[in-house]
């Protein structure tokens, strides 16, 4: 399958560390977040979210804080695994409909 | 349950070429949404449906994309001519609202090299 991104910002993390992958957001007005996981070959896939009258959330290893203030995202993934490896999307939507991706990141964890 | 059904997996075609794409979305999502993907971007929205309406096709090129969802269920997307710049996945995803958010669902994608 085609590689997702091949110029994207790297993380490299060695297995078992915690990875933070960072998102700035355009729109002061958007009150919907999202991560997205896009493996190699396939559609981006839910991970998390999170609504503009919260600043954390946490699900099954993964924490996503969100700061207003400076229009901010972040997804940390604790004891990262081989299998995270993959391409992280940050999503945002305001009023409208309309979800608006940011530019991606890609994450390699080293065993 | 079944996910976002997409194909052609892969389509390679000559420039001024015509092509179509396949969705079936997950049974039961309403909205169906159809995005562009170029290397190394984030996917962007070409059209998104309400059942069988299509309330939102401002990015889409309509000079030679055109969209149908007969049913209010599946979809095709088709591109004639086909130009170089439209190598791209193209994802099909669909939804169903929850509250204040809306999660998408995204199928693998079909993608596309023009020659």
């Known amino acids: 399958g085609e590689s997702v991104g091949l110029h994207l910002p790297t993380l490299s993390v060695q297995e078992g560390d915690n990875s933070i992958i960072n998102c700035a957001y355009s729109?002061?007005?958007?009150?919907?977040f999202i991560w997205y996981k896009q493996e190699s070959g396939k559609g981006p896939q839910f991970i998390i979210d999170?609504?503009?009258?919260?600043d954390k959330r946490q699900g099954q290893r993964v924490t996503v804080l969100l700061n207003k203030t400076v229009k901010h995202l972040s997804l940390q993934i604790a004891a990262t695994q081989p299998g995270d490896s993959a391409v992280y999307f940050c999503a945002e939507k305001a009023s409208s409909y309309k979800l608006i991706f940011g530019s991606g990141t890609r994450l390699l964890v080293r065993p | 349950e079944a996910g976002v059904v997409q194909s052609p997996r892969y389509k390679i075609i000559e420039k001024k070429q015509p092509v179509a794409f396949w969705c079936n979305p997950i049974s039961g999502h309403n909205t169906l949404y159809w995005y562009r993907q170029n290397l190394g971007q984030g996917p962007e929205l070409l059209i998104r449906y309400e059942n069988e309406e299509a309330v939102d096709d401002s990015q889409l090129p309509k000079d030679r994309f055109s969209a149908e969802r007969l049913k209010g269920v599946d979809s095709t997307l088709k591109i004639q001519p086909a130009e170089l710049g439209d190598s791209a996945v193209y994802l099909c995803?669909?939804?169903?609202?929850?509250?204040?958010?809306?999660?998408?669902?995204f199928g693998s994608g079909t993608q596309l090299s023009v020659l």
């Open positions: 995803a669909s939804s169903f609202r929850q509250g204040l958010g809306e999660k998408l669902f």
């Open positions: 999170i609504r503009s009258n919260m």
């Open positions: 729109n002061s007005a958007s009150d919907y």
